[in-house]
């Protein structure tokens, strides 16, 4: 991985779940101006039965603290933060990331890899650089303090139920629940993309965000 003087990489392992969580609150904050994930987000997702995390996952550290992370899920599914006061430092560390989030992912058998991003904020104009396009928007809804949602009739020949939230939520393109303040994040874009030569790259993220997506890298 290309990274700048005095960075190094290395595996992760279940004990950096609150290490993992500081860095991505930082960014959180950073880039939408609120944290959104919870650490049992972090812990419940490293422990589904399809997932290695020594194998399907970077840090990237200085001087022993993690700046910077990447994970990559069924071959498609990316997720990836850099600390606030480590971007745009030369080398970009997410430009590194980001291209060992599309080897990963075709290291696992995908031909598309994305991850959500904030809308117009720092990672959305990287991926956009790096030729990701936007595969989906979505939002995070709030509902305004003393209204009540009025129940409505269910059409005919129809039953309703009880969701259930699964732990992989993160990953299936539904978002993390908001913060306890109630506010809602603004639109994150998921960007993709099949696998390709580097200059084909596509990948997706989002929270209000998009996801923007593009191939993983051919191992040409």
């Given amino acids: 991985m290309d990274l700048p003087s005095g960075l190094s990489t290395r595996a992760l392992v279940p004990a950096d779940a609150e290490a993992v969580y500081a860095l991505i609150a930082a960014s959180e904050l950073h880039d939408v101006g609120e944290v959104v994930v919870d650490l049992e987000d972090i812990v419940g997702d490293w422990q ?24 990559v ?21 997410g430009t590194a990331l980001a291209h060992w989030t599309q080897d990963e992912a075709q290291r696992q058998g995908g031909s598309l890899v994305g991850m959500p991003v904030p ?18 928007t979505s939002w995070i809804l709030e509902m305004p303090g003393g209204v009540a949602i009025v ?15 699964e732990t992989s939520a993160r990953h299936t393109g539904s978002s993390r629940r908001p913060s306890a303040s109630g506010r809602s994040a603004p639109p994150r874009r998921t960007r993709t993309g099949p696998p390709g030569p580097s200059s084909d790259r596509v990948s997706s993220r989002g929270s209000c965000a998009s996801c923007r997506t593009r191939p993983a890298r051919s191992s040409e």
């Fill in 48 to 71: 589904r039965p399809s997932f290695t995390l020594g194998e399907q996952s970077v840090g990237v550290e200085s001087d022993g603290a993690l700046v910077a992370y990447a994970e």
């Fill in 73 to 93: 899920y069924a071959g498609r599914y990316a997720d990836a933060h850099v600390l606030p006061e480590h971007r745009g430092r030369g080398i970009s560390i």
């Fill in 119 to 136: 809308k117009e904020s720092e990672g959305d104009r990287l991926l956009t650089s790096l030729g990701y396009h936007v595969r989906w």
């Fill in 151 to 165: 129940p409505q009739p269910v059409p005919p020949g129809m039953r309703s139920g009880t969701c259930v939230r």
